[in-house]
Every structure is written in C-alpha cells, then in structure tokens.
C-alpha cells in the first residue's frame, strides 16, 4: 500500500500528467454541455441552471489553473514566480467557490418526476 505513495513522490511528473489529462477531459465535458445548453430553451434561463453556474465555476477554475499545472515542475527554480501562481490558484478557486454559491443561491433545481 505505502509503494503507491512512494510513486508519487519519485515521480512527480506523473501528478502532472494525470491532472493534465483529468482537466483537459473535463473542460472538453463543459464545453460539450455548454454546447447543447446554448441550443436548448433553458438558455433564456440560465441564472436558475444550476448545471450552468457549476460548469462556469469548474471552467475557470480547470482553464485558469491547467497551465499552472503543466509548468508546476519546472517553477521550483523560480520560487518568485510560483508564488504568484499560487495565489491566482486561490483567486481560481474561491471565483469556482463563488459560482458553486451562486448556483445553490439562486439555480433551481431541475424536477424530474417518475
């Protein structure tokens, strides 16, 4: 079980890689979304989707932090400028953190009845 954790930090590319790929299938899963709902009616709606205010959220978030993540290994020789992307990675999330607050607020639930 503690050989897993070991690879993780023998390789930290491979937390690069996964995220990169993870990221990359979910913001091609937005804009899939983003697609459909642009063609649907729940469009003239769409302060009360809570799927839109979620999908926005994540959207910035995985967009504005994905190449933070791809040069994250390379950032260690310049503790200046990763310090800055650190806190752009804070600023992304409380902005995901806000959209999810805003959907709970103010989306409405989509009822679908059995």
Request: glycine fraction near 6%; charged fraction near 10%.
């Amino acid at each position: 079980m503690f050989d897993h954790f070991q690879t993780f930090h023998a390789n930290p590319w491979f937390l690069d890689i996964s995220y990169t790929i993870g990221a990359i299938m979910i913001i091609l899963a937005i804009f899939q979304f983003i697609a459909v709902f642009i063609k649907s009616d729940e469009l003239i709606q769409f302060k009360t989707s809570m799927m839109f205010w979620v999908s926005v959220g994540l959207l910035i978030f995985f967009a504005g932090s994905l190449p933070y993540w791809l040069i994250r290994s390379y950032l260690v020789n310049f503790p200046e400028i990763g310090n800055g992307l650190v806190i752009l990675q804070f600023c992304l999330n409380y902005i995901m953190y806000i959209c999810f607050i805003i959907s709970f607020k103010w989306g409405r639930p989509k009822l679908q009845y059995i």
